[in-house]
């Protein structure tokens, strides 16, 4: 009975050695007596117990690593804590089992080299704004090296840099002294530009000052000279019109008619206007230009 039970568990054991089942996205190793034989990947597969064995056991899906934080220093000589994170995946099960005893601590150590030796060639300003083009000279410097050990590096992040407390402070001060520079800036931009402003409403004011002054000017002399014009135009028909009127029947004794009524008005007023008066025409005018009336009154009447 014992050697009955003993041959059953013997039997189990061997068929579950002897028929193994590979997960998706993995790929096991098979040694034939310690040396390499094949490799397995998805699905149900016979390995013959003791003779075979599955050696090594790899995932292909992509790994994240993550990279412990490590002391770096800028080119000039400041000193940064670092750490990041490293994305692989195995392509080839063969070399990485063969390849190297341990390829994640190994490609983890060989990304923090890289990333020190980057660091150095840069300054402490660029670390934050070259912080992506570090990230791909670690990614393909670490690649071409894992490439014998069956690695493919898809990518590395760094995830933080930390700085000395001193350092820190520095770099607040100095941010706060351009938060100010730029709000002065801002400000003095903004002044200058009502200035600017002010100054070209007042110009534009004066241009259409001087713009309705000068349309003014041009408007009063344009009148000017229209009245000038109907002046003209009419003393032009008046003077027609006594030239008509003189060559008309006794036009010409309605002319000196006319001169006289004028020369009396105006003697008139000049008599009315002074205490002494002296008469501007000798006496034997007066009586030519009485002469010179009465026909003419005479004439009128009949």
Known sequence: ?????????????????????????????????????????????????????????????????????????????????IDG???????????????????????????QTTLRSEIGKISLDKTFSEREDINAAVVKSVDIASDPWGIKVTRYEIKDIDPPITIQNAMEQQMTAEREKRADILESDGIKKAQINQSMGEKQEAINYSLGEKQSKVNRAVGKAKAIEIVAQAQSEGLKIVGEAINKTNGKTAMQMRIVQQYIGELETIISNSETTVLPLPEAELNSILQTILPAIKGGKN
């Not at 292909?60 to 800028?74: A, G, N, R, S, Y």
């Open 1 to 81: 009975m014992f050697l009955s039970f003993l041959l059953a568990i013997v039997v189990i054991y061997i068929l579950i050695k002897t028929f193994v089942i590979v997960p998706q996205e993995n790929a096991w190793v098979i040694e034939n007596l310690g040396k390499y034989k094949k490799t397995l990947g998805p699905g149900l597969h016979i390995v013959i117990p003791v003779i075979q064995k599955v050696a090594y056991k790899h995932t292909l899906k992509e790994e994240v690593i993550d990279v412990p934080p490590q002391i770096c220093i800028t080119k000039d000589n400041v000193q940064l804590k």
């Open 85 to 111: 994170i490293l994305y692989l995946k195995v392509m080839d099960p063969n070399k990485a089992s063969y390849g190297i005893d341990n390829y994640r601590f190994a490609t983890a150590q060989l990304a």
